[in-house]
């Protein structure tokens, strides 16, 4: 099964440049460990929530478009992993070895599972991957 790891921390702590490395060895690592492993299908690290966009639609056609990230200013989103594990257990295992977590956060959310459609049926068929928007 699938699950997201959503990385938070504080964007506007203070680190020294030897914490900065540090904390880059351990990603190199962890990324590195979960790739050998089987375990990680993508990650990405995300830009400063300064440089967010935050969308709103209603019915009936409006938009509110504002700079920057809604979450709260304490902890932001700053990265995301998708893990594929055996259950929720294993999902939280590897979550406690991103370096993240030392100081920040690191949530577990399992991917919401959709019904094949035919086109995805044949496509595995054809050995082929198609990625479903969900």
Do not use: H
């Not at 991103?98 to 019904?115: D, K, L, Q, S």
Request: overall charge negative; glycine content about 6%.
């Amino acid at each position: 099964m699938r699950y997201v790891l959503l990385v938070s921390n504080d964007e506007t702590a203070s680190i020294s440049p030897q914490e900065s490395s540090r904390r880059e060895t351990a990603f190199r690592w962890f990324q590195n460990q979960m790739r050998s492993r089987g375990t990680l299908l993508a990650g990405e690290r995300l830009q400063a929530s300064k440089a967010a966009t935050t969308v709103r639609c209603w019915d009936g056609g409006d938009v509110m478009i504002s700079p920057g990230s809604n979450a709260t200013p304490a902890e932001q989103l700053t990265g995301v992993y998708v893990v594929d594990c055996e259950n929720v257990d294993e999902a939280i295992e590897v979550a406690t070895t991103v370096p993240a977590a030392w100081y920040g956060t690191v949530e577990v959310r399992p991917v919401r599972a959709e019904v094949p459609t035919q086109q995805d049926r044949l496509a595995d068929e054809d050995s082929s991957v198609i990625l479903a928007a969900g």
